[in-house]
């Protein structure tokens, strides 16, 4: 190990880069960034990276959980020579910097994935080791190991104590993720005051528990971190590290305090700690030459591993291996031989199919369900199981599963998915809308999309839940109508760079002939039916879609002409321009959406919008839709109320759809 006093003015450096940040932009938290600054200084030594490059495919993945010590992971990228500058550290939590509040994907060079939610920058952590052992299953050999990188995480108190943790870690452990450490900085400290008020759990032991090897060492003695760094390489375990620190390590008056978690310290109290350490009182956002040069070797250090390691691809990887390796990094869905659907099934059957074309075209397609595969219809024939295989069994861990799969549409070479029943969808939320902030490449398969649930009632039954993603900003919600629809739909979701989501029937649905009037499912909504004069237009989605022929067929023999248009992504067509939306949505008609959901983002389009006012019931499905008036006789009765028509049943008999 190097001088102690020369390490001490490294972490210092640190320390005060993160006080002068918060400070000037009068908002923040110190604590925590002071208190890993000493774990920090010897991790830089310890991991392989290219500053000069930051997607490097083998370069160690380090994922500051705690998001809100953003004010470090600033400090170190700037001084281990990442595109960030001193006027970027100045630009703190400014309008339109590189230096966010919280660490995000794709604006902030070096930073591997979005935190902020407290727990997801850990789950990810353990879907990027997962994401690394499929990696070197599908490409090392015995002449070329290509990936041999680890992957190291910063975690707090609070990342811990969220319940995504636990399903995260317990996971790692049963996949024995060797290649995973995790340093947990132990200060004891959360912004009501100690931990002590709310946890008391023993982590060692829960740790050991899920099948971790876990060390306790001083998170602020130089010798005990790197030990501690070195036999984290040789574990056959995930590595938990607890590091005993104190927030705000090295200030003057506010060491060890709450005070100093999530507010400036004042210019008092870091000039009066400036002098404590030996630094200049009067110099802000100050760097000795000494200290950037230790941190700036890194770029040489990266550079060498890089171009070693691409000689090693180059030379000692066989041909196989590579078209493998291009493949993965550069899918070509041109290859996908897409299923054709022309009998009546359920959208969750037809989208499993689906998914088992794209598979078998597509090597970088994977995924899996929360114990809930044979109902998603998601499982992948033939295609093996993790970490052999790409079929990825989650267990019961919704939260999780979110969170790996960004991690895994981060990594370089994967295009992920997670399946679950849609109304469980409410367990990932955190999770996909980080994935609707970073735009990643990801799907999920969400089935069972309706009161069409059935008998296992309103606890199962998704009422609100389409209205809650729909409004997500960057997310497309997919519900097809048919399988013919379904195949279009991921059509053009591969071809976008955002995630997407398919609710899928659990009943079978009419399938409809490609009989389309105007425009497509590529735009999310196409006029399905026009009818000449017409004076109504129905919308609808999914199961509701044959339904609004059904009653439109009914509605133009009572003299009221309908024409129909299928949505099958609302998100898309909010986003076509007015000509479109008048073109398929005749602006002069009286509008109706019918949908089994909550639906009030239909009012954007329509006049009146037929669909749940309240939660579900259990019963069988074709007496639920009735129930709640959702069958084409209902639904023809209410619109011809609202028009000031009679009704009667036999109305509509002989229509033919």
Same mark, same amino acid.
């Given at each position: ?15 005060? &880069? ?11 938290? %110190? ?23 930051? #997607?490097?495919?083998?370069? *160690? ?9 953003? !004010? ?39 930073? @591997? ?39 190291? /995480? ?63 060492? *001083? ?18 375990? %995930? ?54 040069? =230790? ?57 499993? #199919?689906? &998914? ?33 295989? =790409? ?6 861990? @919704? ?7 960004? !991690? ?47 008998? *296992? ?15 997500? %900003?960057?997310?497309?919600?997919? =519900?097809? /109508? ?18 997407? $989501? ?6 079978? &649905? ?18 399905? #039916?026009?009818?000449?004069? !017409? ?41 076509? *321009? ?14 109706? $959406? ?6 009030? @983002? ?35 009765? #209410? ?17 033919? /759809?």
């Amino acid at each position: 190990m190097e001088n102690k006093k020369i390490l001490k003015k490294q972490a210092d450096t640190i320390r005060f &880069l993160a006080a002068d940040m918060v400070q000037r932009a009068n908002s923040g938290h %110190p604590g925590a960034p002071m208190g890993l600054a000493d774990i920090v200084t010897i991790l830089a030594r310890h991991i392989t990276h290219n500053p000069k490059n930051p #997607k490097w495919l083998n370069r *160690d993945r380090l994922v500051f959980s705690g998001g809100h010590a953003s !004010a470090l992971v600033y400090s170190f990228l700037h001084l281990t020579g990442y595109d960030i500058s001193i006027e970027d550290l100045k630009n703190f939590r400014q309008l339109g910097s590189k230096t966010p509040g919280h660490p995000e994907y794709g604006d902030v060079p070096g930073v @591997e994935v979005t935190t902020g939610p407290l727990g997801q920058g850990i789950s990810n952590a353990v879907g990027f080791a997962m994401a690394t052992k499929y990696a070197a299953t599908l490409l090392n050999t015995p002449k070329a190991e290509v990936i041999t990188h680890k992957v190291y /995480c910063l975690c707090g108190d609070g990342d811990l104590q969220e319940g995504i943790s636990y399903e995260a870690c317990s996971l790692a452990g049963h996949l024995s993720l060797d290649n995973l450490v995790v340093i947990y900085d132990s200060n004891a400290i959360t912004i009501e005051g100690d931990t002590s008020i709310a946890w008391s759990e023993d982590v060692k032991q829960r740790f050991e528990a899920q099948g971790w090897e876990v060390s306790r060492i *001083d998170g602020h003695d130089y010798d005990e971190i790197n030990a501690v760094l070195e036999q984290s390489k040789e574990q056959t375990k %995930p590595y938990l590290i607890i590091a005993d620190t104190t927030i705000a390590k090295g200030a003057c008056e506010m060491e060890g305090s709450h005070h100093a978690h999530g507010a400036p310290l004042g210019c008092e109290e870091i000039k009066n700690s400036k002098i404590k350490a030996g630094f200049d009182p009067e110099q802000s956002f100050s760097v000795d030459e000494d200290v950037r040069a =230790r941190f700036s070797c890194a770029l040489e250090k990266g550079d060498l591993a890089e171009a070693n390691w691409n000689a090693l691809v180059k030379n000692s990887l066989s041909a196989e291996k590579k078209e493998l390796l291009e493949s993965l990094q550069k899918p070509d869905f041109s290859k996908i031989e897409w299923p054709n659907f022309e009998s009546d099934v359920a959208t969750r059957d037809s989208n499993g #199919k689906i &998914l088992n074309a794209i598979a078998k075209a597509i090597p970088s397609f994977l995924g899996g369900s929360a114990d809930l595969g044979p109902s998603n219809k998601s499982e992948l024939n033939g295609m093996g199981d993790f970490p052999f295989g =790409r079929n990825i069994h989650f267990g019961i861990r @919704e939260h999780a599963m979110g969170a790996i799969i960004n !991690a895994f549409a981060l990594y370089g070479l994967f295009i992920p998915f997670g399946a679950t029943f849609f109304i469980f969808s409410d367990y990932m939320k955190p999770s996909v809308r980080l994935a609707a902030l970073m735009r990643l490449r990801n799907f999920y398969i969400w089935t069972h999309d309706s009161i069409g649930v059935g008998e *296992d009632g309103p606890t199962h039954q998704p009422i609100e839940q389409l209205s809650q993603f729909r409004a997500l %900003p960057n997310f497309y919600v997919y =519900r097809p /109508c048919d399988g013919r629809e379904n195949v279009k739909a991921w059509q053009k979701a591969l071809s976008m760079q955002a995630p997407s $989501a398919f609710v899928c029937s659990r009943q079978k &649905l009419k399938a409809l002939k490609d009989d389309r009037a105007f425009g497509d499912v590529e735009n999310g909504g196409y006029l399905l #039916k026009k009818r000449e004069n !017409a004076t109504v237009t129905l919308m609808a989605s999914g199961s509701e879609v044959y339904m609004a022929l059904e009653v439109g067929c009914v509605l133009t023999k009572l003299g009221i002409i309908t024409n129909i248009v299928s949505v099958p992504c609302f998100d898309l067509l909010v986003e076509q *321009d007015k000509a479109y939306i008048d073109t398929i949505i005749d602006p002069s008609t009286k509008i109706f $959406a019918i949908e089994a959901s909550a639906g009030n @983002e239909w009012y954007r389009f329509a006049d009146e919008v037929i669909g749940m006012k309240r939660f579900g019931a259990s019963a069988p499905a074709e007496l639920l839709f009735e129930k709640f008036g959702l069958t084409s006789d209902a639904v023809t009765e #209410k619109i011809c109320s609202t028009l000031g028509v009679k009704y009667q049943k036999s109305s509509g008999a002989g229509c033919k /759809c």
